[in-house]
């Protein structure tokens, strides 16, 4: 199952991102594809936002994870973009933070390549150069049955972000 949503300008992204934080439940994984400034993490960020997190999101480019404490589950935030190998998560112990009990956000999930799990929801942001320099263009993919669900809500709604 699949959805393609246009995301005109940065607010619509955080929009988004706000709808899918009212899918998240202990144990969802989620993935972040696209180039490098294509909004992952202005994504992520708005998900904290509306998940009621007030502090400040950093980039985990050069932490690789950051960790939220969030009221009804811990956040995990990663970014394997600077990974040296495809079982570099594995030999940092970051399968270990996939317990069933949190909630994962990855990006750039490629460059784990094969060894990591499919996530419940993958968003690919591109960029959509005929329409200006803010507008994205999000495909969404939902391999389990929770990110269906999830998705089915988005299509309801008409994907009005
Ligand atoms: N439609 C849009 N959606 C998301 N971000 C947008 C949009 N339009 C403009 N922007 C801007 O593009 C930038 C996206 O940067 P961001 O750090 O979120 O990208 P990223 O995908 O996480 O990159 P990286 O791969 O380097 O981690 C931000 O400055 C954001 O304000
Ligand atoms: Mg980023």
Redo the contacts with the bound molecule.
Sequence with gaps: MSLTLE????A??ERLAARIAACLEPGFVLHLS??????????TRALLRALGYAGRVK?P?FTLLESYELSRFQLYHF?F?RLSSDRGWLDAGFDDYLDGRSVAVI??PERAGATLPAPDLHLR?AFDPGRG????VVELRAPTPRGRACLTTLGVAGGGC
């Design positions: 995301l005109p300008d940065a619509a992204t696209g180039d490098l400034g294509a909004g992952k993490t202005t994504f980039s480019t970014d973009y990006e750039w942001l320099e803010q507008a994205r």
